[in-house]
């Protein structure tokens, strides 16, 4: 807003200015009055008249001061009713005091007056509460279904964990049994090629069978994982690409199977694409158990102009949104990539 030199806005000088013409056309009104000794004091019927500006805008004033909406409405309407039941006092008392009349006929507007204000108010503030409540309401219910959610990949993840150790312990180890009789049976037909030739294909399949089963039950969860947790699984995997990945963790405590879950996911996905394209010397995961969430973070000093739309990339990020977290990727070309990944936990 416009100030002047005397620091004050516009709108308050103009205040100033209306509040001293107001009280010299009142002081003038009184001399000409005095001086001229006759009939009764009229210059009150002017101050009336003069005051009323006056005390619409300090109404006005206060009024503006509530927050905004159904309450500052209210506020109007009551400097409005007040006004209005000043004037009529005043006008009551003049006429009683220079007129002699003795009813007090404002009696009846004054009733109207609240009574439309009091309405007024009612159904102003009714409609506020209505708002508030079904904003709680709507607040429960987000609530309610983010914790649903939660439970449900909950028991997703619980539910994975469960088929990864049935193939691990059930067919896993039914077709590694079956790798060591083929064995031995092998080494019992020693005379007969054509049927030797069969065993150690069937040997070969049950090899390539259990290394699949063993690929998918690490692609649902990793033993290690569900063993030892996140960082036990994490140093693995650095281990396992040989990219000199330096890891730096402050976690003293294991996560809800989910939010490891998908932390370790991000993590080895982003390892990965370092080892496949980034042409890095060198990458890095660093993992936060802050008050609240889980924050990872991996980086590489490579080539970056990684896609951040990508589909392996979106699909973590769904994997995290479904948590309630978030999935940004930096990777500038030239400049190496980083994937900054938080979820919210307990």
Excluded at 200 to 225: F, S
Aim: charged share 20%.
């Amino acid at each position: 807003m416009p100030t002047l030199a005397a620091g004050l806005s516009v709108g308050e000088y103009i205040r100033s200015v209306m509040f001293r013409l107001a009280a010299l056309i009142a002081v003038l009104l009184s001399a000409i009055w005095a001086l001229d000794g006759q009939g009764y004091f009229w210059p009150a019927w002017a101050w009336l008249g003069l005051g009323v500006p006056l005390m619409l805008d300090r109404t006005a004033s206060w009024a503006w001061r509530h927050p905004p909406g159904a309450v500052r409405r209210v506020a109007c309407v009551w400097a409005l009713v007040s006004v209005a039941a000043v004037i009529l006092v005043l006008t009551w008392l003049l006429t009683w005091l220079l007129a002699g009349v003795q009813t007090f006929w404002p009696a009846w507007a004054l009733l109207g007056l609240g009574t439309a204000g009091s309405a007024y108010s009612l159904f102003a503030l009714h409609d506020r509460v209505l708002v508030a409540h079904g904003r709680r309401a709507l607040r429960a219910r987000v609530e309610a279904l983010t914790r649903a959610r939660r439970e449900a990949v909950d028991a997703q993840a619980a539910e994975l964990h469960r088929i990864e150790r049935d193939l691990h312990d059930g067919a896993q180890a039914r077709l590694v049994a079956l790798t060591m009789q083929l064995g031995r049976a092998e080494l019992r037909v020693e005379r007969e090629p054509d049927l030797r030739l069969l065993i150690h294909d069937a040997q070969r399949e049950a090899h390539r069978a259990i290394a699949e089963l063993r690929d998918l039950a690490r692609g649902i969860v990793p033993p290690l994982l569900a063993d030892r947790g996140l960082l036990a699984a994490v140093e693995s995997l650095a281990a396992r690409y040989g990219l000199g990945t330096s890891i730096r963790s402050d976690m003293r405590r294991r996560l809800a199977p989910a939010v490891e879950r998908a932390a370790y996911f991000v993590i080895a996905e982003a390892l990965t694409n370092t080892a496949k394209h980034a042409s890095a010397a060198h990458s890095w995961v660093q993992l936060s158990d802050e008050p609240g969430a889980l924050v990872v973070v991996v980086g590489d000093d490579g080539r970056g102009g990684a896609d951040p739309e990508g589909s392996g990339l979106a699909g973590l990020r769904a994997r995290v949104e479904a948590l309630d977290g978030s999935l940004r990727v930096l990777s500038p070309a030239g400049e190496g990539t980083v994937v900054e990944m938080g979820i919210p936990c307990v």
